[in-house]
């Protein structure tokens, strides 16, 4: 992996918020539109949420509605693979 692990795992962990080991839509859309702030993205609500659901769609990779662990790890490393994305 492309990204420091400890630093993804405390990212998740931190957005986890039911501390269920996966991100529901609810936690998606936060920790996303989270990450495309933090790269200057900044979109209206309406098309941030579209952008969202985009993300949730693509990273979503088994297709049971959560992003798990490993999902949104291959999230983070195409953040910062194909955008530049400085993880904090």
Known sequence: RDADEAKVKA??????????????????FIVFKQLLSEMGENFP??????????????????????????EFAELINFLISEKGYKLK
């Open 45 to 70: 609500d309406k098309k941030n949420d579209e952008v969202a659901e985009e993300g949730m769609t693509n990273f979503d990779l088994n297709k049971n509605g959560t992003i798990d662990y490993d």
């Open 11 to 28: 990212l998740f962990e931190r957005y986890d918020t039911n501390k269920n080991g996966v991100l529901d839509r609810e936690e998606f």
